[in-house]
């Protein structure tokens, strides 16, 4: 999912994009396209109000990659990132918790650094230098 938001997130208005890997069949196209909505319930029907547009869904080739203690994402012909845990003074991740509308509720966020990211679609073009700070947790919806 590829998000803007224009101000700050809880204010609304926020403009998403979807993106489902091409190797998902119809049904899991719906399932997801649903889940991702707010239309199955769950930690994404609290974020769906403040959703003002979806300016699209599209299948595509995703490749994620878990290497150590960075992870990246490419989509194919459309954007790219990577981001690394940031060490504490003991070598463990700094982590942050119950912090408002986490994209993993309920768990520990490890707090890291962006090596960079492009994205280029639906009239959006990002290109964010390395440095910035982002977070990352692992994740399972089920139901």
Known sequence: MALYA????????????????????????????GIFGGQKGGH??????LIGEIVGVKQ????????GKSRSVRI???????ITAIE??????????DTPLAFVPGGAQTVARNEGLTYKDFD???NHPSGKGGLMAPFTYQG
């Not at 224009?6 to 926020?14: R, V």
């Open 6 to 33: 224009p101000g700050l997130m809880t204010e609304g208005n926020l403009k998403v994009a979807l993106y489902v890997d091409d190797g998902a069949d119809g049904a899991q196209m719906e399932e997801l396209t």
């Open 44 to 49: 994404f029907a609290n974020i769906a109000p």
């Open 60 to 67: 595509a080739p995703i490749e994620i990659v878990v290497d």
């Open 76 to 82: 194919d012909g459309i954007g790219e990132t990577k």
């Open 88 to 97: 504490g003074h003991d070598g463990a991740d700094v982590t942050l918790t």
């Open 124 to 126: 959006f073009d990002w």
